[in-house]
């Protein structure tokens, strides 16, 4: 499960955003070849972010398609699939960019009133984005 490599690294990306500061929610971008299985990345990022600043943070991933251009025909497109054929002429002869990016985009802090041992129950940062 090569999630769990991809969740560390966000982990990592999470904890420099954050600063110390509990965080609630991460949104990714995964591109389509690095053929990243949601529940997978779901399950990874729950277990690498136990005991650290994002314990319990929700992950939302957008899958990004890659670029598919058939050298038999020279039609483009668009595709999830990595393993895509020419959708105009059906050839096996096409050539893939992009789709292999990991991004984070942006992060949840969450408020100080929701932070376990806060009981001063005060707003903090309503919500923040990084």
């Given at each position: 499960?090569?999630?769990?490599?991809?969740?560390?690294?966000?982990?990592?990306?999470?904890?420099k955003?954050?600063?110390g500061?509990?965080?609630?929610?991460?949104k990714?971008?995964?591109?389509?070849?690095?053929?990243?299985v949601?529940?997978?990345?779901?399950?990874?990022?729950q277990?690498?972010?136990e005991?650290?600043?994002?314990?319990?943070?929700?992950?939302?991933?957008?899958v990004?398609?890659?670029?598919?251009?058939?050298?038999?025909?020279?039609?483009?497109?668009?595709?999830l699939?990595?393993?895509?054929?020419?959708?105009?002429c059906?050839?096996?002869?096409?050539?893939?960019?992009?789709?292999?990016?990991?991004?984070?985009?942006?992060?949840?802090i969450?408020?100080?009133?929701?932070?376990?041992?806060?009981?001063?129950?005060?707003?903090?940062?309503?919500?923040r984005?990084?």
């Amino acid at each position: 499960m090569h999630e769990i490599g991809l969740a560390e690294a966000i982990l990592e990306a999470v904890e420099k955003r954050a600063a110390g500061r509990p965080v609630r929610r991460a949104k990714i971008r995964a591109g389509a070849l690095l053929r990243v299985v949601e529940p997978s990345m779901d399950l990874a990022f729950q277990m690498v972010t136990e005991g650290t600043i994002a314990e319990g943070a929700a992950i939302d991933m957008v899958v990004t398609p890659a670029r598919l251009s058939c050298r038999s025909c020279g039609h483009e497109a668009g595709t999830l699939d990595p393993l895509a054929v020419c959708p105009a002429c059906g050839d096996g002869d096409v050539q893939m960019t992009g789709g292999d990016e990991l991004v984070l985009e942006s992060i949840e802090i969450a408020e100080a009133r929701d932070v376990p041992g806060n009981t001063r129950g005060d707003r903090g940062d309503s919500f923040r984005s990084t």
